[in-house]
């Protein structure tokens, strides 16, 4: 197990005591509006354990990426959906280690909750400054992470804080954990990955990793035309990273070698500018036109993909990054036919945040999906084999 030795929530002896949970609150909003509440309703298993524990509950979170501190960043957008989910009024500090947070602290009871506003109004908490982390320890008796999405980061609220506090891991870490490591290390095979998105150069280690574990690989997204240059097509003004042609070829080398089926797209719809209402068609990856850019998989390779999932029906899929520029809808098209199909594959999915988790919500199809996973960023890291520095720091059981 990926986090055998670590204390888990139930390891601690919480009743009566101030617990700080570092939770992830960090959802979309659009215009004021919270447009996905996964990441609060996860972590409700946590919270109501620590309420019927009577322990006295410290939430904290980041939220956005604030510069300073200001009202559209404030936990304020979305501590009403906090106590919506939880069921129970929550307490939210003015700030997260300042005067206002000690007083609602000191008088805090059993079974109570307080929030402490966005952690990154604080410029000490990305820095993992020890400083910071030992006052927002000095709050609590314990540290619980539940912060699965925050968990590749070193910060003082993931990793700085364990250094003062007895820590453990909550429940919604544990299922990430868990499932995302099954899949990767003991799957049900065939094991079929989707990797999307912008950049091959986010996702080198990742591939280079996945390319020993899985059965077939389907490449998409920005990612690809880097890969079809690399065969000598021309790509027109599509995104490509000139400096990882060589990587492309070596990674097509190396899925040969070790005999994984490396799926890349044979057609596209192109688009003369990076924009929902752009002109746009479809030709085969051997014609982009010299004025046009790449924007999604075209329906031919849409069909190909969607075979490609049908056929590991039984085994695992993992996906991570949108297979096109899916927040324009005129290019979604790709992405959402092979959320489709793996939704109506019976298969462990797993689907790795993000853009693609965005369309499976929208789609309705989340029930259809054996976990979404909460973290991006951090459910690449666990592809890769890394460690998450998070869960590294918590106290060995
Ligand atoms: P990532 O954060 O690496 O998962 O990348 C997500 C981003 O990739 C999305 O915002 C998409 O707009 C972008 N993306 C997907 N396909 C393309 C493409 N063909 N050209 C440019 N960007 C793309």
């Known amino acids: 197990m990926y986090y055998a030795n670590k204390k888990t929530v139930e390891d601690l002896d919480v009743a009566g005591k101030r617990v700080l949970v570092r939770c992830d609150f960090n959802v979309p909003i659009v215009e004021g509006q919270i447009t996905d509440d996964l990441r609060i309703r996860e972590s409700l298993k946590t919270i109501k354990y620590l309420i019927q524990k009577n322990a006295k509950i410290i939430m904290c979170s980041h939220f956005g990426r604030p510069t300073k501190v200001a009202p559209e960043f404030s936990l304020a957008l979305v501590v009403k959906r906090v106590e919506k989910i939880i069921g129970c009024p ?21 079974g109570e909750l307080v929030l402490l506003e966005n952690l990154r109004f604080q410029k000490e908490e990305t820095e993992n400054s020890p400083e910071f982390a030992k006052k927002l320890a000095s709050l609590a008796d314990f540290f619980v992470n539940d912060a699965f999405g925050a968990a590749h980061r070193a910060h003082a609220s993931t990793v700085g804080v ?108 192109v688009a003369t500018g990076f924009r929902n209402d752009a002109e746009f068609k479809t030709v085969p990856v051997s014609q982009i036109p010299p004025d046009y850019m790449g924007m999604d998989i075209g329906p031919q390779t849409a069909n190909t993909f969607s075979k490609a999932i049908r056929e590991s029906a039984g085994g695992t899929v993992i996906w991570n990054g949108p297979l096109g520029v899916c927040e324009f ?13 793996i939704s109506e594959t019976d298969m462990i999915s797993i689907i790795g945040g993000g853009d693609a988790a965005a369309a499976v919500t929208q789609m309705n199809l ?32």
């Open 90 to 110: 929550v307490k939210l500090a003015k700030d997260s280690i300042g005067a206002d947070a000690k007083a609602l602290v000191e008088n805090i009871k059993e």
């Open 162 to 269: 364990c250094k003062f506090l007895p820590s453990a891991i909550g429940y919604l870490m544990q299922k990430e954990l868990d499932t995302i490591s099954q899949a990767i290390n003991s799957p049900k095979r065939p094991l079929v990955s989707i990797l999307g998105g912008a950049k091959v150069s986010d996702k080198i280690g990742v591939i280079h990793s996945l390319l020993n574990k899985v059965n077939t690989v389907i490449l998409g997204g920005g990612m690809a035309y880097t890969f079809a240059k690399a065969n000598g097509f021309e790509i027109g003004t599509s995104i490509c990273e000139e400096d990882k042609l060589d990587l492309a070829h070596d990674i097509m080398k190396q899925a040969q070698e070790k005999n994984v089926k490396l799926l890349l797209p044979t057609d596209y719809v």
């Open 329 to 341: 809808p005129n290019f979604a098209k790709g992405t959402k036919q092979l959320a489709q199909t």
């Open 366 to 397: 989340s029930e259809k999906i054996t976990h979404i996973s909460t973290g991006g960023g951090s459910c690449l890291h666990l592809l890769e084999g890394m460690e998450l520095p998070a869960v590294a720091a918590i106290s060995i059981k």
